[in-house]
């Protein structure tokens, strides 16, 4: 499928310099308030416009495995959004940490796997 | 005689004068008494003997004065290193963790100690903190042996053992950012204090503002795991204890990490059955061979289990996060205790130990040498 736009989340700018934990009882700046406050309005307005979100990881002091997995993977797991909605609409950039994105596609598909049984 | 002379005289043979400084004269000296008495209590507890007794008396050796008090007596090993001989210092901490479990006070005995590193003084300090906060009396003496007496008292063990501390969520000992070493203590993830705490670990390797993000991650997921794994069916019951020490001459900083949960094996074991470790054992017991848990955790730290176990792509989250920044060479010399498992990450050496340590334990380096962002 062919998106029409772009639109940008900057992790550092527009959420935190310093991700935290998975949960909000776990610490601040966590994944699941990213997911909820920033990451599912975004994603959904990009499905909804037929737009590609690109989420820029850089800039940031760095991530937990838990961030990115609540983050990301909770987007098909809680919020419903499908795996393919994701590959569509979603792009990940991590210049200064590449496996980042290679971490994030497996948590996608580890949460897609789990929602399908 | 001057006037005002005449007019005090007058005054001081006054009758109601006389009755008033009377008063006030056996009022000082009931204060007077009641102070004497308290000095005397005083000098007392602190010695053990009263100030005639001490005066008349040969000197006592703090150890000595331990004993009389009733202080249970807590040898530490000569070589006070976990990393080099954690056999003796696991026995250690199991002593003071009988100790503190019976409510008993402690004299900790230091002076025959050759060697301690940083990850022994992360140890000592929380033991500290948790005897004081629950009330428990806990003491003990200085090393004889100056660098290690140098040491702990940089790392502000001595200044805290006189202090009152009480049950909280965060404690941090000695602030001073860039001389020796400071402690800090939380239940939660601080994911703000460790940015800060590799800000300085920056300025003391490379003189400016850089970011090491597989530190970040290794911190994160350190304080995840005792989050949500110290305690069997509890989060955020336990502290997480880490020591930074920055070795200015040698431009490194060496972080030590510690809590005294249940540790990587309990933990294993008391799986419950929505975990996707839930009978690991019976998944593996065809596909892996460990022996005991020092092989264990070699299969913890590779992914191996993880992708025995759940037959899914391992991405090293928890424990095996922090040996993958280690591989990319964001941290070196990492070395993990836990239960009876001991691991020199870096060398390969997995050794399993006499002694079982309650809690996990990790240690690494960050120096020059590896890998951070401008």
């Known amino acids: 499928m062919k998106v029409q736009n772009k639109m940008k989340l900057v992790l550092r700018d527009d959420y935190s310099a310093t991700p935290g934990a998975r949960y909000e009882v776990e610490g601040d700046d966590s994944g699941e308030v990213f997911r909820i406050k920033c990451l599912y309005p975004k994603i959904r307005e990009a499905i909804s416009s037929n737009s590609l979100l690109v989420v820029d990881l850089d800039g940031t002091a760095g991530y937990g495995t838990s961030f990115l997995e609540e983050a990301f993977g909770g987007l098909i797991r809680n919020d419903r959004v499908t795996y393919e909605q994701l590959k569509n609409h979603l792009s990940i950039i991590s210049e200064e940490e590449d496996y980042l994105v290679d971490d994030i596609e497996s948590y996608l598909l580890d949460a897609a796997k789990s929602a399908a049984k | ?374």
């Open chain 2, 1 to 374: 005689m001057f006037k005002s002379d005449f007019y005090m005289k007058k005054y001081y043979l006054d009758c109601g004068y006389i009755k008033n400084h009377k008063r006030r004269a056996k009022k000082k000296h009931a204060r007077n008494l009641i102070h004497k008495a308290w000095k005397r209590r005083a000098n007392a507890l602190l010695s053990g003997k009263s100030r005639d007794q001490q005066h008349n008396s040969p000197r006592v050796s703090k150890k000595a004065e331990a004993i009389l008090r009733g202080y249970k007596l807590i040898q530490a090993p000569d070589n006070l290193s976990f990393i080099n001989n954690p056999n003796e210092v696991a026995d250690f901490i199991w002593q003071l963790k009988q100790a503190f479990d019976q409510h008993q006070k402690v004299f900790v005995v230091l002076d025959a100690v050759m060697q301690i590193d940083y990850g022994a003084i992360v140890v000592l300090l929380s033991v500290m903190v948790r005897f004081k906060s629950f009330g428990i009396e806990f003491n003990g003496n200085f090393p004889k042996n100056y660098v290690s007496r140098k040491l702990l008292m940089q790392s502000g063990f001595f200044d805290n053992l006189y202090k009152e501390f009480s049950v909280e969520d965060s404690y941090q000992i000695k602030e001073d950012k860039y001389e020796g070493i400071c402690t800090h203590a939380q239940k939660k993830v601080d994911s703000v204090l460790s940015s800060q705490i590799i800000s300085e670990a920056c300025q003391t390797i490379w003189h400016e503002n850089r970011r090491c993000q597989g530190v970040q991650r290794a911190l994160i997921e350190l304080m995840q795991n005792t989050n949500n794994h110290a305690s069997i069916g509890k989060t955020g019951d336990k502290h997480w204890w880490l020591s930074v020490y920055h070795d200015k001459k040698n431009k490194s900083v060496t972080f030590s990490f510690v809590d005294f949960g249940v540790g990587i094996f309990e933990n294993l074991s008391n799986k419950q059955e929505r975990s996707k470790f839930y009978n690991w054992k019976e998944k593996i017991k065809d596909k892996l061979f460990y022996g005991d848990n020092s092989g264990l955790l070699r299969l913890i730290l590779d992914g191996s289990l993880h992708r025995t176990v759940t037959e899914n792509d391992f991405r090293g989250k928890g424990l095996p996060g922090v040996a993958g920044v280690m591989k990319r060479n964001q941290i070196s010399d990492l070395h993990i205790i836990s239960n009876d498992a001991y691991a020199d990450v870096g060398g390969d050496r997995y050794i399993k130990l006499t002694k079982s340590f309650n809690g996990t334990f990790v240690y690494w380096k960050l120096g020059e040498t590896n890998e951070s962002t401008k």
